[in-house]
């Protein structure tokens, strides 16, 4: 066979076969495929035509169809599908060769594979596609990682079909190894923190005023005209005005209100706390879903007591209040995710531009927002901000939030009304900004029982106290 194709994709469900057809349908660009079951592949061609597909019936026929450096993009179910197929390609391809994988996966397992692979003389590149199946279609935002002779190759073809946002394509080269899928991973934390808030903001709208979900999705499409713009208040509004065809009801009334994870969320948790960064928001959002997929616990709490959920006076100004309190917390949702980014380039030592990385995700990508250019602006203005949050921008748009969002928080806890992310957000505003927090005494409590000493504000070194219930004077001892 022909090396005619410059690019090749391994994995023909819905995501595989949309990007496939998205590279095939730009200049320059020559897709070979391939699929375990022979049938799918032959699906996809008899589908699409046009798209002039080069397909393979094994993985020798496939590395055949590829011009050198050869460069295939792995699209099939993260973990041991992943690690079958990267096996399978490692025995076909050379040293200077290119195998992507673009699928959700865990960066650790990334960094484990791209350090297995470069032993070979193949780079590994493991590359964050975020858009759905419309964005692998019609242009994805894209988080590779890998190496920078990876990029030279690559880069080329990923800027063909990304999304363009405001002239430019939603790519560029993240990071060596693992550093595309932890950007992913960090885009889909953020993106649990952001559906969550606006459920929050659509169920104190409906609990407060009583207004109905098309009445809701209104609010919903009129608040996408401004500050808030973004492809989830746009969907939102979509969703909300669906009326289900066998039963007349609003479809949101018709869903079984118990959300399900994939498992991002959880990640880009588990990933924070190992690296000591607060991410409550995001946190909120991954135990928001736990707790409404827990039926048994909700039915046996159904009657426990709790207020009144009583009407809004102004309606108006309750509604433009949770405006703005889902704008100030979502720059807090944000702001957290891009704390992670932070620590997580300092420890794996990889040189992320946060800038960048806001600039991909302003299209393709399910967070992208109006706003994101701000935060943009934010790091070109101070590349060492110690939290996106402080940037002059986001503080004016704290001082215009800040009553409104106190009063939905505040508002809602009197109610009954659960606002997890809205209140953790605010709690680690309120946090962040304190002059002195009750650290000081858990410090204390810690060197008590368990004599872990404690720094002073006053002296240098690390101190303990010798504590006994029967003794009033305190003995420190500079144990440093």
Known sequence: MAAEANIGVVGMAVMGSNLARNLASREGNTVAIF??????????????????????????????????????????????????????????????????????????????????????????????????????????????????????TLGPILKSIAAVAEGEPCVTHVGHDGAGHFVKMIHNGIEYADMQLIAEAYDLIRRGTGKTPTEI?????????????????????EVLKQVDASTGAPLVDVILDQAGSKGTGVWTVQTALDLGIPVSGIAEAVFARSLSSKPAQRAAAAELPGPSSPAVGDVDAFIEDVRLALYASKVIAYSQGFDAIVAGAEQYNWNIQKGEIAK???????????????????YAENPGLVALVTAPFFVDVMASTQDAWRRV???????????????????????????????????????????????????????????????????ATDTH
């Open 35 to 152: 699929n375990r079951s022979y049938e799918k592949t032959q699906t996809v061609l008899d589908a699409h035509p046009e798209a002039k597909f080069i397909p393979a019936k094994d993985y020798a026929e496939f590395a055949a169809s590829l011009s050198k450096p050869r460069t295939a993009i792995i699209m099939v179910q993260a973990g041991k599908g992943t690690d079958a197929v990267i096996d399978a390609l490692t025995e076909v391809f050379e040293p200077g060769d290119i195998i992507v994988d673009g699928g959700n996966a865990l960066f650790g397992d990334t960094i484990r594979r791209e350090k297995a692979v470069r032993e070979t003389g193949i780079n590994f590149v493991g590359a964050g596609i975020s858009g759905g199946e419309e964005g692998a279609l019609l242009g994805p935002s894209i988080m590779p990682g890998g190496s920078d002779e990876s990029w030279v």
């Open 217 to 237: 999705s209104d609010i919903f499409t009129e608040w996408n005209k401004g500050e808030l713009e973004s492809y989830l208040i746009e969907i939102t509004a």
């Open 360 to 378: 991909i995700w302003r299209g393709g990508c399910i967070i992208r927002a109006r706003f994101l250019n701000r935060i943009t602006e934010a």
């Open 409 to 475: 928080v505040s508002g809602a806890a009197q109610s009954g009304i659960p606002t997890p992310a809205f209140s953790s957000s605010l709690a680690y505003y309120d946090g962040l900004r304190a002059d002195r927090l009750p650290a000081a005494l858990v410090q204390g409590q810690r060197d008590f029982f368990g004599a872990h000493t404690y720094k002073r504000v006053d002296k240098d070194g690390t101190f303990h106290t010798l504590w006994s219930g029967d003794r009033t004077e305190i003995e």
